[in-house]
T-cell receptor, first 112, second 114 residues
Framework: DAKTTQPPSMDCAEGRAANLPCNHS???????VYWYRQIHSQGPQYIIH???NNETNEMASLIITEDRKSSTLILPHATLRDTAVYYC?????????????FGTGTRLKVLA | DTGVSQNPRHKITKRGQNVTFRCDPI?????LYWYRQTLGQGPEFLTY????????KSRLLSDRFSAERPKGSFSTLEIQRTEQGDSAMYLC????????????FGPGTRLTVT
């Protein structure tokens, strides 16, 4: 069962910041939050991940609430190429590795 | 290109036929994963290999499904007696140890069962 809930779709104007929310209220203390995106007909692409602290890389920023029950992915200056489905994922422990539990994602459309 | 590759990219088969997909992970990655993605849904975990050992299988993986990774490099996923409900994108991912276990996904194999 999915451990995350996301809005099904969002629009964002080109050049503006895209803020994608995610709820993960049942997350456990040692479970990471990962964000991936999937452009049509391609495999998911890693964006960023975090546990407790806010994180930033060249693609995006990840803001995690103090209680860890929700997070927000921020694309600071969205471009048309950022149009994709964005997945908020909880990484859970498996047998000798970690598994991704995907939700249904948010379809982001960046508008010119 | 040194990413994860999958073949074929598309497969159309008739109900009842067997199909086999191949995944070639990033060369130094010892962990390999299979996921299934149906239309409008996120990927669902199917199975996982560490080197040649299959360590975990989802309940989604019925008896008609079998996966192998005989030499700890490439992997195959076989579906026997395909059903229309098997129509989906089958994704392969790989990761290395002991990093943060980020998984790198291939482009997927889209299966259509008619």
């Amino acid at each position: 069962d999915a451990k995350t809930t996301q809005p099904p779709s969002m629009d964002c104007a080109e050049g503006r910041a895209a803020n994608l929310p995610c709820n993960h209220s049942t997350i456990s203390g040692n479970e990471y939050v990962y964000w991936y995106r999937q452009i049509h007909s391609q495999g998911p692409q890693y964006i960023i991940h975090g546990l407790k602290n806010n994180e930033t890389n060249e693609m995006a920023s990840l803001i995690i609430t103090e209680d860890r029950k929700s997070s927000t992915l921020i694309l600071p200056h969205a471009t048309l190429r950022d149009t994709a489905v964005y997945y908020c994922i909880v990484r859970v422990a498996g047998s000798g590795t970690y598994k991704y539990i995907f939700g249904t994602g948010t379809r982001l459309k960046v508008l010119a | 290109d040194t990413g994860v590759s999958q073949n074929p990219r598309h497969k159309i088969t008739k109900r009842g036929q067997n199909v086999t997909f191949r995944c070639d992970p990033i060369s130094e990655h010892n962990r390999l994963y299979w996921y299934r993605q149906t239309l409008g849904q996120g990927p669902e975990f199917l199975t996982y290999f560490q080197n040649e050992a299959q360590l975990e299988k989802s309940r989604l993986l019925s008896d008609r499904f079998s996966a192998e990774r005989p030499k700890g490099s490439f992997s195959t996923l076989e579906i026997q007696r395909t059903e229309q409900g098997d129509s989906a994108m089958y994704l392969c991912a790989s990761s290395s140890s002991p990093t943060t276990y980020e998984q790198y996904f291939g482009p997927g194999t889209r299966l259509t069962v008619t």
